[in-house]
């Protein structure tokens, strides 16, 4: 099973800032990493798959970026509406996909 | 923009198979480059991935759950369902279903993520 390692587990921040989340793999998952953003009682929304592409509607200060097993997760002046849960998800490993344990940003 | 939404038992006695189904609205379950899932959260196990359904009647499940779940999709009525056997406290959890993209079938598909999510559902296992 690939492992996903989310860190940091909570993030404070202030809005305006320059966030970044990473999400390292125990394997190769060739790229095939999406970012979810989750507000509590909401559904969860795509924000990038693949590592890099932005889904449908997602503002362009979300961007996405790998390095090897390290994903990166950037948020370029965070928005008041930007505080939430944000988890990754690797679909490479098939039928056996996983999940990060997901960082919670928070205002600082 | 596809909306779906969770329903069925919130509470479930121990050893019972429950049903969990999901309706979809602004888009078809019968979309060849869709695929319909369900993934659920708990605190102990965080989010996990329970499995999958396509137009076509494939099925494909984490092997965690294989011998207890089953899928199905309901091109009649728009939705899909899950069954899991057999359950215990351990499937407490919030249920997610999911909707995503795909190219093909299975291990050779091309994936795009889980473009769609459900709020969830909370199913309590308790005697």
């Known amino acids: 099973e690939v492992v996903l390692t989310q860190s940091p587990a909570t993030l404070s921040a202030s809005p305006g800032e320059r966030v970044t989340l990473s999400c390292r793999a125990s394997?190769?998952?060739?790229?095939?990493i999406a970012w979810y953003q989750h507000k509590l009682g909401q559904a969860p929304s795509l924000l990038i798959f693949?590592?890099?592409t932005r889904a449908s509607g997602v503002p362009a200060r979300f961007s996405g970026s790998a390095s090897g097993t390290d994903f990166t997760l950037t948020i370029n002046g965070l928005q008041s509406e930007d505080f939430a849960v944000y988890f990754c998800?690797?679909?490479?490993?098939?039928?056996?996909?996983?999940f990060g344990q997901g960082t919670k940003v928070d205002m600082k | 923009q596809m909306f779906l939404q969770e329903s069925g038992p919130g509470l479930v006695r121990p050893s019972e198979t429950p049903s969990l189904t999901c309706t979809v609205s602004?888009?078809?379950?019968?979309?060849?480059?869709?695929?319909w899932g369900w993934v659920r959260q708990s605190p102990g196990k965080g989010l996990e991935w329970i499995g999958s359904?396509?137009?076509?009647?494939?099925?494909y499940y984490n092997p965690s759950f294989r011998s207890r779940v089953s899928i199905s999709v309901d091109t009649s009525r728009n939705k899909f369902s899950l069954e899991l056997e057999s359950v215990t406290a351990a499937d407490t959890a919030v249920y997610f279903c999911v909707c995503g993209r795909s190219y093909g079938y299975g291990s050779s598909a091309v994936y795009y993520g889980l473009g769609f999510w459900g709020r969830g559902i909370r199913v309590v296992v308790s005697s």
């Open positions: 394997q190769s998952v060739s790229n095939n």
């Open positions: 693949r590592a890099s």
């Open positions: 998800h690797q679909y490479d490993a098939w039928p056996l996909w996983t």
């Open positions: 359904g396509f137009y076509s009647g494939s099925t």
């Open positions: 602004g888009g078809s379950v019968r979309s060849y480059d869709h695929y």
